[in-house]
């Protein structure tokens, strides 16, 4: 059982470089989220979506673009990437069945911008 | 708008002891869900259990236990007869009604460490 597959899971960048972060799940879950986790400040959440062509804005959405065409996968595009954006950031995916809500999580990808 | 306060940043206990880690939350939404997830030294996040807010009862699951009170919006999490592989980052989280986990608010994480 994959789950939710992130790649890389580590980047250096250099600022004002950009990339895509790269989220992937094969449990057919409607839901996919982005979060960032800073020290000291827990996870928070960057984008979502509900279902494949739909996504919306969380907490923390400057700096980072998302698309969903498929149910699959939700990539996470950073545009021109700033040393803010150093984060380990995690992926997840879930289904909307209220017996079923548990997010399950991504192993993480160490981003580091220089 | 939600929150999750998790006021304990960092607890250390001697193995064996048992400890409570505490999670205050704050929500307008009348059916809600909340969560705790444990991240060890190796940085994944690990489900330990979720509990909606019409389920008040608590619950035991071997040596973890969790307490859910709605009068004071606290779901708090004990470990009995800890272990050094308790030694994480635990994180309370909250989710908005509708079922799904798409939106989780989490805490800023308490973390454990059980010594030997």
């Known amino acids: 059982n994959a789950g939710v597959t992130q790649t890389p899971k580590f980047q250096v960048l250099k600022t004002g470089q950009s990339m895509t972060l790269q989220c992937a799940q094969d449990m057919n879950h409607e839901y996919m989220s982005w979060y960032r986790q800073d020290p000291g400040m827990g996870l928070r959440l960057i984008h979502y979506s509900v279902g494949a062509g739909i996504t919306d804005q969380g907490e923390v959405p400057n700096g980072y673009n998302v698309s969903r065409s498929t149910t699959e996968d939700f990539p996470l595009r950073l545009l021109s990437a700033a040393p803010s954006q150093t984060s380990v950031y995690f992926c997840a995916s879930s289904s909307p069945q209220a017996t079923r809500a548990e997010a399950f999580f991504g192993q993480g990808t160490r981003l580091t911008v220089v | 708008a939600q929150k999750v306060t998790q006021a304990q940043t960092e607890i250390s206990v001697v193995e064996k002891e048992d400890v409570t880690l505490d999670c205050v939350y704050e929500t307008r939404d009348t059916t809600y869900y909340l969560f705790w997830y444990k991240q060890p030294p190796s940085g994944e996040l690990v489900f330990l259990i979720r509990r909606n807010s019409f389920d008040e009862q608590n619950e035991i699951s071997g040596r973890y236990s969790w307490n859910f009170q709605k009068s004071t919006s606290s779901f708090n999490f004990t470990i009995t007869a800890s272990q050094v592989v308790d030694s994480a980052v635990y994180f309370c989280?909250?989710?908005?009604?509708?079922?799904?986990?798409?939106?989780?608010?989490f805490g800023q994480g308490t973390r454990l460490t059980i010594n030997p």
């Open positions: 989280a909250l989710s908005e009604a509708g079922g799904g986990a798409q939106k989780l608010v």
